[in-house]
């Protein structure tokens, strides 16, 4: 199981099925756990963070929280994007002057980091710093919001992120280790992902896996064409390509990592697309 977990998180490192890169060579020395949390699941895992690397800790808060209701925050972030607006937070009580690393946290809402990190990027000045980014989500965009940190903030180095659908966030506990030694924030050997085999065409047996993981997910993930597998057969970790015709007759695709557990259980773990 400890060899799964370990594929799993690094699987969740990367964009695209069996893409591998080396990360930057870097030295943590002290950091602080910067993240925004509306209902917590961030918050769990930076709170694993803090403890696994002994970094100081602090939350962003909005001036004007938002509501609890789902919907309602939905309705007002896209009120405000109508608007051009940001939300207020409180200024952070943090000295960044005594920090080397950032690690950065926030859910992904709207397909990239949630607006009160674009409010932090806006009143905080992060020069020199390495930002370590990491995240919660529903589907998927641990990726895309590193692409959009790495515009923002182009002269910093932000290292590989780590994401969780919230979901499954107790997993967090397991997962973080190999990627912390990954981006060499603790000592270790890390174990790189075997690639997957190329794109095969949808079996019977691949469809219902692909069914009993991410049957009862409420957004449309695409429809499955095409699955890959890890080389090692005992990884059990396996990428479904998707298709979805849009409104203006393109064809998006997606990629859909799917994890099938020590316990039998299949998992959605992210969608990239």
Not at 194 to 221: I, N, Q, R, S, V
Request: charged fraction near 20%; charge should be negative.
């Amino acid at each position: 199981m400890k060899k799964i977990v370990l594929f799993v998180c690094v699987a969740l490192l990367f964009g695209a099925c069996g893409s591998q890169k080396k990360t930057d060579e870097t030295t943590h020395t002290r950091s602080l756990v910067l993240y925004y949390s509306q209902l917590g699941s961030t918050r769990q895992v930076a709170k694993l963070i803090k403890d696994k690397v002994g970094a100081d800790i602090e939350e962003i808060t909005l001036v004007t929280p938002y509501d609890t209701s789902f919907q309602k925050t939905i309705e007002r972030c896209n009120q405000d994007r109508a608007a051009g607006i940001l939300p207020d937070i409180h200024p952070i009580q943090s000295v960044l002057a005594d920090y080397d690393t950032i690690y950065l946290g926030y859910p992904i809402w709207f397909g990239t980091y949630a607006p009160p990190i674009a409010s932090l990027l806006r009143e905080v000045d992060f020069t020199g710093k390495v930002i370590v980014p990491f995240c919660t989500f529903g589907s998927g965009g641990v990726e895309a919001s590193r692409d959009s940190l790495l515009q923002q903030l182009p002269e910093n180095l932000v290292l590989e992120g780590y994401g969780v659908r919230a979901a499954r966030v107790g997993a967090a506990a397991a997962e973080l280790e190999p990627w912390l030694i990954r981006i060499e924030a603790l000592p270790g050997e890390f174990v790189p992902m075997p690639e997957f085999t190329a794109m095969k065409p949808l079996t019977p047996e691949a469809k219902a896996l692909f069914d009993e993981a991410c049957g009862d997910y409420p957004m449309p993930l695409g429809t499955p064409v095409g699955v890959a597998r890890c080389v090692e057969p005992d990884t059990n970790l396996v990428c479904f390509e998707t298709h979805q015709v849009r409104r203006s007759g393109d064809t998006s695709v997606s990629f859909i990592h799917v994890l099938k557990s020590a316990s039998g259980k299949a998992e959605f773990i992210k969608v990239v697309r």
